[in-house]
């Protein structure tokens, strides 16, 4: 009787080994995220680096004040006046002539549109108010002035 075990025994494996080896090759159901996560990385090391290399604008230097920052949901319009008298409208040089024209052109969501002027710290002052008062002129009624806050020490 002991015979018959493990004959049976060893039938047994036979058939689950001749089983074994029929047996396709199941695809692998995991996902490897490691070269996900090592490019996701790698483009946010791109992007922190980028970020501060992405503002763009007309170069002022602009004077310092002990004014806090303004909080704004929206992107304003600015108006950037250089040094040497030229005037900008977000980053295109236009005449003084017409700073009231394009100004009313983009006037979409109305005249409560806020609106920086950037003055340079060596820019004529004459020029810069000339500049307020046309855009008061064109109906804007929500203007700022553009400074640096002043650094300590």
């Known amino acids: 009787m002991v015979m018959g075990t493990d004959s049976a025994t060893a ?8 089983h074994r080896r029929g047996r396709r090759r199941q695809p692998m159901s995991e996902i490897n995220v490691t070269p996900f996560v090592d490019v996701m990385l790698v483009l946010l090391i791109i992007f922190m680096v980028a970020a501060p ?3 763009v ?3 002022i230097d602009l004077p310092e004040t002990q004014a806090g920052a303004l909080s704004s949901d929206s992107q304003p ?3 950037s006046v250089r040094q040497d008298g030229l005037i900008f409208l977000q980053e295109t040089e ?7 024209a394009k100004l009313q052109a983009i006037a979409t969501t109305g005249y409560q549109e806020r609106i920086y002027v950037r003055g340079d710290r060596n820019a004529d ?3 810069v108010m000339k500049v307020m008062a046309l ?8 203007l700022g002035l553009v400074t640096l806050q002043e650094q300590d020490g």
Do not use: D, K
């Open 11 to 18: 039938g047994g494996r036979r058939r689950q080994g001749n």
């Open 53 to 55: 290399l992405l503002t």
């Open 57 to 59: 604008g007309v170069p």
């Open 77 to 79: 319009i600015t108006v």
């Open 94 to 100: 236009i005449p003084l002539e017409e700073v009231v």
């Open 125 to 127: 002052y004459g020029t």
């Open 135 to 142: 855009i008061s002129s064109a109906g804007y009624t929500n």
